[in-house]
């Protein structure tokens, strides 16, 4: 079956400092890729959609500039978090969406605690 | 996308089986529900996906009425590691489909022993 990594699947980092969060469709082909995030006991917010080749749509409310978007090939994406703040501190999942049958697929989330 | 409504929580047991309704009052021609089960700390994962009357797969059922204004998700014989959120969402499906995923609060099930 189609599988997402991610990587890390954990990292804590200072405050102020970037944090960069790959998303890999292993064994297909995903021209959009999408990036939520998610705080204790609530539920997934969408961030972004990435398209490879093109610039990210970012969902209204979520700084452009703080969390930088690459989707650089049709296999990998990658979230840069800039100047993490403590309150950035959150489960961050992807999903790829394979480019023929538009079927979506989740990775395994990355914890991020910003100290 | 059509705004889902679904209880907050639910508690069952062991072996029972457990019903899960969802609303979708605005729900379009084009679109599909969709099923997803999330365990802490790990993403979502699909389980089932409708567009009417009953769907069934290895783990669930899905019931869709024929006003498809909303859905039922059933898991025959649950065990305590079934205890995850549920989340209901409707989704456009085909070429068009942007992908965007919006999902709502979800239901806590809680299978006790």
């Known amino acids: 079956g189609a599988v997402v990594s991610q990587h890390p699947s954990r990292v804590i980092c200072k405050s102020g400092t970037s944090v960069k969060i790959e998303c890999r469709s292993l064994?297909?082909?995903?021209?959009?890729m999408f990036w939520y995030r998610q705080f204790p006991k609530q539920s997934l917010m969408l961030m972004a959609t990435?398209?490879?080749?093109?610039?990210?749509?970012?969902e209204q409310g979520v700084e452009k500039d703080k969390f930088l978007i690459n989707h650089a090939s049709l296999t990998l994406s990658t979230l840069t978090v800039t100047s993490a703040h403590p309150e950035d501190s959150s489960f961050y999942i992807c999903?790829?969406?394979?480019?023929?049958?538009?079927?979506?697929?989740f990775g395994p989330g990355t914890r991020l605690t910003v100290t | 996308l059509a705004k889902t409504t679904q209880p907050i929580s639910m508690d069952s047991y062991e072996g029972q089986e457990v019903n899960i309704t969802c609303s979708h009052n605005?729900?379009?021609?084009?679109?599909?529900i969709t099923w997803y089960q999330q365990f802490p700390s790990q993403g979502p994962r699909f389980i089932i996906q409708?567009?009417?009357t009953k769907v069934t797969n290895e783990v669930a059922s899905l019931f869709i009425p024929a006003d498809r204004k909303s859905s039922t998700l059933s898991l025959p014989r649950v065990s305590l590691s079934d205890t995850a959120v549920y989340y209901c969402?409707?989704?456009?499906?085909?070429?068009?489909?942007?992908?965007?995923?919006?999902f709502g609060q979800g239901t806590t099930l809680q299978v006790k022993p």
């Open positions: 969402l409707v989704v456009q499906r085909g070429s068009s489909n942007t992908g965007k995923l919006i």
């Open positions: 409708g567009y009417k």
């Open positions: 999903s790829a969406r394979e480019s023929v049958s538009y079927e979506q697929y």
């Open positions: 605005n729900i379009a021609t084009n679109d599909y």
């Open positions: 064994d297909f082909q995903a021209t959009t």
């Open positions: 990435s398209n490879e080749g093109s610039k990210a749509t970012y």
